[in-house]
């Protein structure tokens, strides 16, 4: 398959893309990718399937989580073949992107999935053959290919054009128009009166304009996806760019405003807060891409974490609409080490647009000293298949925050809530030398207990946490601190000075709670990335009545106090 006599005669008479910018080219070079990819196997959720290079589409035994199929389908791994034929001129690599793309186009009817993966498929499809025909082994595609591949994608263009997601919220329309550009820059013959260019230029303004909230943060709430749209938006600002596009006054400010939440949602080791929805990930192409655009030194210096660029001004920050809050020892520019600083954040807003919200009011995330200490486990899944685990990983008691007789904030439902939704106020925070205090309120449909919690960062190092809880009858109320992966096996309970506490790896909860607090440690999950789950321990204080008082002091501790167990002291 592939040999030089299925080529082209003459490779410079065939079609080629035009070479679009891709933001994700350093996301996906993965050699171990493409060489699985190349033997037939292919990886996603933490699952392997041995389908071959030229694949029954239509008909191969898939797991039976359909988010497994819709990766397959997008086409991603095409990006980690692209790079090792670029690094290698190993002609495998391409024959194998050949013989997948080939394959799809003869057995799958474009339509037969939905608009977002078709378009993810097409942008992909693009970025690869861009990539593939920038090395100088490049001889061309096996004779006919390059005019399927295009006949398809003016397929799938039409596709995704008349199927467009109707939000302008939904991270699933701006990954679609944002395709939809890529690819009419690509390849102007699909083009060719520019009409596809300037649609998508003035869609993506309104989907910054509408789609994120007044403070810069996308309306579904999810820090996950919140940086994969800003990811689009940034790379359509480089396109715009390198092919002298103007777009529209007011796209720089907005989409300044968006980078300045990935800025801050970044926590010291460079990785981005599983919180509604998402993984435990990191962006340094998006942050570092925006700095050089919009002349963002400090976005630079977050990329880099402290490497190049200026500190940022703030170590706090608020984001009140979508109700998140963080505040921060510093950068790393005082003589202190960027990866020990201590970092926060506060979840005290609506759950977002569309289905990704979880049900974690106040919920909280705390890292100090190098590693992550009390952790939101994440979304493992968006399967309802038994024993659930969306549920799970959706609801309340998953979350660092107190659960009320056991039930969820709002009322489980599966995808957008219903009309009974917990309500989050902030109530404002205040600074005083050597102390920062955040306060929020939590009401549920659910019951009548009313939560509000006040959090103290005390010299830039510890945190005190009270929570309260008032209702006109009793309840059981479990306050929960999800600890890390790192801490299952590790956490002992002891008591100290007439106080109950847990110690585990970099960490020590201090329980100033009443002696009808009871404390336990129980096993929980946490999931780092779809499809894969973890052990690890949930400390939790539960006592009945219709009020209840919980203090909690979070001590990190420091390297000199864990010895080697902090990575890098």
């Known amino acids: 398959m592939g040999g030089t006599s299925n080529r082209s005669a003459n490779a410079s008479h065939q079609i080629l893309p035009r070479p679009v910018y891709c933001i994700t080219q350093d996301v996906h070079n993965d050699r171990s990718v493409a060489e699985a990819v190349r033997a037939g196997r292919f990886t996603h959720a933490g699952i392997t399937r041995e389908l071959g290079t030229e694949p029954d589409w239509l008909g191969a035994d898939l797991p039976p989580d359909d988010e497994w199929r819709i990766e397959w389908n997008k086409f991603y791994y095409g990006l980690d073949l692209a790079h090792a034929f670029v690094e290698t001129g190993d002609p495998s690599f391409l024959n194998t992107w050949e013989g997948l793309v080939g394959s799809w186009i003869r057995q799958v009817p474009v339509g037969s999935d939905a608009s977002d993966v078709a378009a993810r498929r097409m942008q992909n499809w693009t970025y690869a053959w861009v990539r593939l025909a920038s090395s100088p082994a490049f001889p061309g595609l096996k004779r006919g290919l390059d005019v399927s591949v295009l006949a398809s994608m003016s397929e799938h263009v039409e596709f995704v054009r008349h199927g467009l997601t109707p939000e302008p919220f939904r991270n699933h329309r701006i990954l679609e128009i944002y395709a939809l550009f890529v690819v009419a820059l690509a390849f102007p013959s699909l083009d060719p009166d520019s009409e596809l260019v300037d649609f998508t230029i003035s869609e993506l303004h309104t989907i910054l304009t509408e789609g994120f909230r007044s403070d810069g943060v996308h309306r579904e709430n999810s820090t996950h996806y919140h940086l994969v749209a800003l990811r689009s938006l940034v790379g359509a600002r480089e396109n715009a760019r390198r092919f002298s596009l103007s777009l529209p006054d007011g796209f720089d400010p907005l989409l300044e405003r968006a980078c300045e939440f990935a800025l801050h949602c970044h926590r010291p080791d460079g990785l981005v807060p599983a919180l509604s929805d998402a993984d435990v990930a990191s962006y340094p192409e998006v942050l570092r891409l925006a700095g050089s655009l919009l002349d963002r030194s400090d976005f630079i210096y977050v990329a880099t974490r402290g490497a190049d660029g200026r500190p940022p001004s703030n170590n706090s920050a608020s984001f009140p609409d979508a109700g998140y809050f963080f505040h921060r020892s510093g950068w790393g520019d005082e003589g202190g080490r960027y990866s020990h600083e201590r970092f926060l954040v506060f979840d005290c807003g609506p759950l977002g647009?569309?289905?990704?919200?979880?049900?974690?009011?106040?919920?909280?995330?705390?890292?100090?000293?190098?590693?992550?200490?009390?952790?939101?486990?994440?979304?493992?899944?968006?399967?309802?298949?038994?024993?659930?685990?969306?549920?799970?990983?959706?609801?309340?008691?998953?979350?660092?925050?107190?659960?009320?007789?056991?039930?969820?904030?709002?009322?489980?439902?599966?995808?957008?809530?219903?009309?009974?939704?917990?309500?989050?106020?902030?109530?404002?925070?205040?600074?005083?030398?050597?102390?920062?205090?955040?306060?929020?309120?939590?009401?549920?449909?659910?019951?009548?207990?009313?939560?509000?919690?006040?959090?103290?960062?005390?010299?830039?190092?510890?945190?005190?946490?009270?929570?309260?809880?008032?209702?006109?009858s009793e309840h059981r109320y479990d306050l929960r601190w999800h600890l890390s992966p790192e801490a299952w096996g590790r956490t002992d309970l002891v008591a100290a000075g007439g106080n109950q506490v847990v110690v585990s790896p970099g960490l020590a909860l201090v329980f100033l709670s009443p002696a009808s607090v009871s404390v336990s440690v129980e096993a929980g999950w946490v999931s780092p990335r779809y499809g894969t789950k973890m052990r690890a321990p949930v400390v939790s204080a539960s006592t009945t009545g219709p009020d209840a008082r919980f203090i909690t002091l979070i001590a990190p501790l420091r390297p000199s106090l864990v010895h080697s167990e902090v990575e890098g002291s």
């Not at 590693?371 to 549920?391: A, C, F, K, Q, W």
């Not at 989050?424 to 509000?452: I, N, Q």
């Open 353 to 472: 647009d569309g289905g990704h919200g979880h049900y974690d009011l106040l919920n909280m995330e705390v890292f100090a000293y190098g590693r992550p200490l009390i952790v939101d486990p994440g979304r493992y899944t968006y399967s309802e298949d038994g024993p659930n685990m969306r549920r799970w990983f959706k609801g309340t008691p998953a979350h660092n925050t107190v659960c009320v007789d056991g039930l969820d904030q709002t009322p489980y439902r599966r995808g957008r809530p219903g009309s009974q939704t917990a309500t989050g106020t902030f109530l404002g925070r205040w600074g005083v030398p050597g102390v920062e205090v955040l306060l929020g309120r939590a009401e549920s449909p659910c019951y009548d207990a009313v939560h509000t919690r006040r959090i103290l960062f005390v010299t830039g190092d510890c945190w005190v946490v009270e929570d309260q809880l008032s209702a006109p």
